[in-house]
């Protein structure tokens, strides 16, 4: 009973700080229904947003499958938010979130065998074609990551990185990072429809998140920790593997599933988006490298190469 009274009083003593009447909260309580699974978890919402273009079953594989993916860059966003604006940041509480990230994208890099074993490629070649315009390419939480995962000047085109620095207009670096490549001539400055609408969305967003994250990225709170500490071989080899996780594995389990089916007998060579997709996804092109300082140099000059 005296734990029950005790329960009571710090309840009553919540209400009172914001000026509220306990009263009313727990009459709230006496006519609320119980909360199921399928209303916590919005299972009717969720099972509902799969909308196929065309009559092909393989279609909503597909969907589901990137759906999937965007969950999982959610999480992972949250996670790397934790970190970054954490207060008093310890190495443990750092080493356990990154292992959170880690095995998220994990679980994506195995995952690829679903799109990548799990469709007919002749109905891919045929239900492809009503996305076009669309691209994987304008996933704006992948993009996100990238910016909350390591300093600006890892994501610049490998072509530009000598005329950027910290003190370049975030506009500028925008237009010069890597993936601009897949959408972009850079001799005329022409960009692709695809790339022109995913700007027009997401722009501001990738501006505001680059100028948020320019000094909370995982790398620069991977620095504040204690110099001790960030040189556990525990910790680094966790940092490796995110890195390379993201920036090899994952791709090219991407890489591999996109050659299948684009590449294959009856498809075209050619991306939903038009670009230039082989030199854009691959990692020896684009040396997409999340923390260099921790990589030696013949592992950065190989980067890519032997996948």
């Avoid at 505001?208 to 080899?237: C, G, H, S, V």
């Avoid at 684009?262 to 092109?285: F, L, N, Q, V």
Wanted: hydrophobic fraction near 35%; charged fraction near 25%; glycine fraction near 4%.
């Amino acid at each position: 009973m005296s734990d029950y009274s005790e329960l009571v009083n710090e309840i009553d003593k919540k209400y009172k700080s914001l000026d509220q009447k306990t009263e009313a909260y727990l009459e709230g309580l006496l006519w609320s229904k119980p909360i199921t699974y399928w209303d916590y978890i919005q299972t009717d919402a969720l099972l509902n947003l799969q909308v196929q273009r065309t009559v092909f079953p393989d279609e909503n594989v597909f969907i589901m499958y990137h759906q999937i993916n965007e969950l999982l860059f959610k999480m992972i966003l949250w996670e790397i938010k934790q970190v970054s604006y954490a207060e008093n940041l310890t190495t443990a509480f750092f080493a356990e979130r990154l292992m959170r990230i880690s095995r998220y994208f994990d679980m994506l890099t195995t995952s690829f065998t679903i799109m990548g074993d799990g469709m007919e490629i002749e109905q891919y070649t045929k239900f492809r074609h009503t996305l076009t315009p669309a691209s994987g390419f304008q996933s704006a939480q992948y993009r996100l990551i990238e910016f909350c995962s390591t300093d600006l000047i890892n994501l610049i085109d490998y072509r530009f990185r000598s005329i950027i620095d910290r003190n370049t207009p975030y506009e500028h670096a925008l237009e010069h990072l890597y993936w601009q490549a897949a959408g972009k001539d850079y001799k005329t400055g022409e960009k692709s429809y695809f790339l022109k609408q995913f700007e027009e969305k997401y722009k501001d967003l990738f501006l505001r998140t680059m100028e948020e994250y320019n000094t909370i990225n995982l790398w620069q709170k991977f620095k504040e920790l204690p110099e001790a500490d960030q040189k556990t071989p525990e910790l680094i080899k966790a940092m490796r593997h995110y890195d390379y996780t993201v920036n090899i594995t994952w791709v090219m389990g991407h890489y591999n599933a996109a050659k299948k089916y684009i590449d294959s007998a009856t498809g075209d060579g050619e991306a939903t988006g038009g670009s230039d997709w082989k030199k854009y996804m691959h990692p020896r092109y684009q040396r997409r490298i999340f923390f260099p300082e921790l990589w030696t140099e013949q592992e950065l000059a190989s980067w890519g190469e032997n996948v």
